[in-house]
């Protein structure tokens, strides 16, 4: 069955059929899920778009920019189901609140976005309204967006929502280990166990049932695997921040030299006149 209605000539985008699905992996666990495509990329209709703002070297080894999430068919399915919610906020809502109420969702797991993030603050406050509407499933997530939960979601959560913040973004550096609930990608299950943390490999939901230290395992696609260098994705993003930081510093003391250089030429240009 096509996952979306057919696009009338000269009118709107289709609208997804469902909005929610299962992958094998969700599948095997009872669990369903919502997708966007992931990070950043362009729109049928010319629109650029970035729904993982917080994307830091995620973006760089993201298993939802490879294989399968790459073919025509599952790519256009994620990029109507984000002008769904671009186009058509409202609609979109009320349609997932529709499809929430069928009865083979009560007591199930919906894993918000095995691709993309909480793009924005209506985006996010729009599926706080969903899970308290519908008290009868439950749901969970990992984000990056951790200022916008701190703001949003951390104040009154939903009793059915639960979340694991996940390292590898640009907001990793206000992450508390001590407090929070973190996801870490580490290079295998030895290093996940050498470092005390728990695996949330034998089923996904362990990131939020399970102990609050997640590890999970990198994907065994060669080229990313070379790219993680043996490293989890915390550690890589603090080198990257750090480069960064570094870069910052040494631009700076390169402005603020450069005013004085010119001040001495100026000086000594008149002092030889």
């Known amino acids: 069955m096509p996952s979306s209605a057919p696009a009338t000539a000269g009118g709107p985008p289709a609208r997804p059929r469902r909005l929610l699905t299962q992958n094998r992996e969700m ?55 984000l002008q769904f919610v671009l186009d058509d906020p409202d ?21 918000i976005h095995d691709s993309g993030d909480f793009f924005s ?7 706080l309204r969903i899970t308290r509407h519908r008290p009868e499933a439950n749901f969970y997530c990992y984000t990056k967006e951790v200022d ?48 005390g943390w728990s695996s949330q490999e034998a089923s996904d939901l362990l990131a939020v049932l399970g102990p609050h230290l997640v590890g999970v395992p990198a994907n065994s696609i060669p080229h990313f695997l070379e790219k993680l260098s043996g490293r989890r994705f915390s550690e890589w ?6 480069h960064r930081h570094t870069r910052g510093d040494a631009a700076v003391r390169s ?6 250089a010119r001040r001495r030429n100026h000086t000594d240009g008149r002092r030889a006149a």
Request: hydrophobic letters at 35%; a neutral charge; proline letters at 8%.
């Open 91 to 111: 609609g979109w809502e009320q349609a997932m609140l529709a499809e929430l109420a069928a009865p083979k969702f009560a007591g199930r797991w919906i894993r």
């Open 27 to 81: 599948r095997a666990i009872g669990v369903y899920n919502w997708t966007l495509p992931a990070w950043a990329g362009r729109l049928p209709d010319g629109r650029t778009y970035n729904t993982c703002p917080s994307a830091g070297i995620c973006r760089q080894v993201c298993y939802a920019r490879h294989g399968t999430y790459l073919w025509p068919a599952v790519r256009a399915k994620h990029q109507a189901n």
């Open 237 to 242: 993003q603090a080198e990257v921040d750090a």
């Open 255 to 260: 402005i603020t030299s450069a005013p004085s």
């Open 148 to 195: 916008r939960f701190r703001r949003l979601v951390e104040p009154n959560p939903p009793e059915n929502f639960l979340w694991a913040y996940s390292y590898g973004g640009t907001q990793d550096h206000v992450l508390d280990p001590q407090t929070d609930r973190v996801a870490d990608v580490f290079p295998d299950e030895e290093s996940i166990t050498a470092a």
């Open 121 to 127: 603050d209506d985006y996010t406050t729009r599926w």
